[in-house]
């Protein structure tokens, strides 16, 4: 197949799995700490050689242990862009980026250009002179994913890539790897613990415990009914899909609004998320404050410790869920097939571009 292929086992580490990104896709790795996701990385990147298995990037073996095969590192063609930028220190902004084409052997004129070309790229031209000490965490990520991108890797392997930035700096890194993936289709892994960034870069996702694949899918049909006790834990939102119509104002394609917030182009794809404790349940249509209210019909209501989720459908392709107390059921006299409101405030729906 083209793209990345892993099959590992690692005693030591308990590790056992099989795992596929085809060419050109972005595949999130989620799970809880030490479920093993950062050694898929480095099984990917030749980092960590499995007791047994096989890693194959578009069509070239890069490990086989049944044959003995194992590619170094750095013969790869495989980038890292981890949680903190790691640049050298002693080295300009554009030294860092040059030194990737330069290690893959491209002369040093030409990788000075590179190097200028995705400073440029990423935004970050006016920073090429700059030594890292003298750059914002922001910016060094930004340097970080020029130079990740310019030695023009066949598989990007992104560890945790925003997780270090603050909340400032973080979404416009974020959209800058949204384009630099989507622009390339880019076959990359993307190890995280935030359902957003999952949602916003991957087209498909596994979730990783003990070591095992436990579930795996299109992220937001995994994000949205997690099947995993994990993906349940961090996922399990509401997902609305839709076009941006207006700014802060998404629309679905049968016609049902949503109000955010989030920094989307109108005219383009995407997804409206917040969590079903954040949705109020109302028998009659909720007066006063400016909301997202959605005509439903109940369908689920299910316990779940001491709340209760229940699901309504607004529409014939799309369902929600609210987490409300036994007592609001009790009261609203909750039961599938009866007609309520689901309201839930603007503010509390966040917007992201989807891929
Ligand atoms: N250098 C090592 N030697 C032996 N075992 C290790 C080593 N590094 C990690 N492990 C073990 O391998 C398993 C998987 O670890 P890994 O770092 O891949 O998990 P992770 O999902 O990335 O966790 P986290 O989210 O905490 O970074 C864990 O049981 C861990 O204890």
């Given at each position: 197949m083209t793209g990345l292929a892993v099959r590992a086992r690692i005693a030591v580490r308990n590790i056992d799995y099989d795992i596929e990104a085809p060419s050109g896709s972005v595949l999130a790795v989620i799970g809880p700490n030490g479920a093993g996701k950062t050694s898929l990385l480095s099984i990917a990147a030749g980092l960590l050689r499995p007791d047994d298995g096989r890693v194959e990037l578009d069509g070239r073996v890069l490990t086989d242990t049944s044959a003995g095969i194992h590619v170094p590192t750095h013969r790869r063609g495989i980038a890292t862009l981890s949680q903190q930028p790691l640049l050298f220190p002693h080295l300009t902004a554009e030294a860092n980026v040059a030194f990737a084409p330069r290690s893959a052997g491209v002369g040093r004129s030409r990788s000075k250009e590179v190097a200028r070309e995705w400073l440029s790229h990423v935004?970050?031209?006016?920073?090429?002179?700059?030594?890292p000490s003298e750059l914002s965490g922001g910016q060094a990520q930004r340097v970080a994913v020029a130079r990740a991108l310019a030695a023009d890797p066949a598989l990007l392997l992104l560890d945790e890539p925003l997780a270090a930035l603050d909340v400032e700096s973080a979404p416009a890194v974020r959209r800058l790897l949204r384009t630099m993936l989507q622009e390339r289709r880019r076959t990359a892994v993307l190890v995280t613990h935030d359902v957003l960034d999952a949602l916003a870069l991957a087209d498909t996702v596994v979730v990783i415990d003990d070591g095992r694949v436990v579930e795996r899918g299109p992220v937001r049909s995994v994000l949205a009914a997690p099947r995993s006790t994990f993906a349940a834990r961090i996922a399990g939102l509401d997902l609305v899909d839709g076009t941006v119509v207006a700014p802060g104002t998404l629309r679905t394609p049968d016609g049902i609004t949503v109000m955010g917030t989030g920094d989307v182009e109108v005219g383009s794809a995407a997804v409206a998320v917040f969590t079903p404790s954040a949705v109020a349940v109302h028998a009659e249509p909720p007066h006063g404050s400016p909301r997202n209210v959605f005509r439903a019909t109940v369908s689920d209501i299910e316990v779940r410790g001491a709340s209760v989720r229940v699901t309504a459908r607004v529409s014939s392709t799309l369902a929600l869920s609210a987490d409300v107390t036994a007592a609001a059921v009790a009261d609203l006299d909750l039961v599938p097939g009866h007609i309520v409101h689901l309201a839930v405030k603007a503010h509390e729906v966040a917007l992201h571009g989807a891929p």
């Open positions: 935004g970050a031209a006016e920073l090429a002179g700059r030594r």
